[in-house]
């Protein structure tokens, strides 16, 4: 065993496609906003849905298992904080809130936790690994 990652691409990673899944949807959200709502909370939902993609990126690109914790960290930060602005338009009767939606980010969250849990199992068994030589 060593700590490089698998390399696979971008495309073939299911956390990514989840990502993406989630960032199509705030984004048509985004087309049911007023204009002035686009410009102050739209642009919150739609920056939140990207950064989640690109952070699961960097991490799906990173070579090295540590390296691929502080993205996945971001990206987890991020669902949550597109959850709380998807809420907030729900409370706000901007938007209805659709079960689906919410499960949907509680999914890639549980996904992300995942994948840093088998990174971190990955890395220990690493380390020792390099102990025991």
Known sequence: MN???????LEDSDLWQHAQKVCKVMYELNDH???????????????KAFDITADIAEAVGAIDYRDSEF?????RKAVFSLKNV???????????????IMLSLDELVAKIDHEVTQAWEKIDAYESEKQTK
Do not use: H
């Open 3 to 9: 700590d490089r990652k698998q390399l696979i691409k």
């Open 33 to 47: 906003l007023s204009e002035e709502e686009r410009a102050t909370l739209g642009y919150r939902l739609r920056g």
């Open 71 to 75: 993205p996945l960290s971001m990206a």
């Open 86 to 100: 998807y809420r907030f338009l729900g409370v706000q009767k901007i938007v209805s809130i659709e079960p689906d």
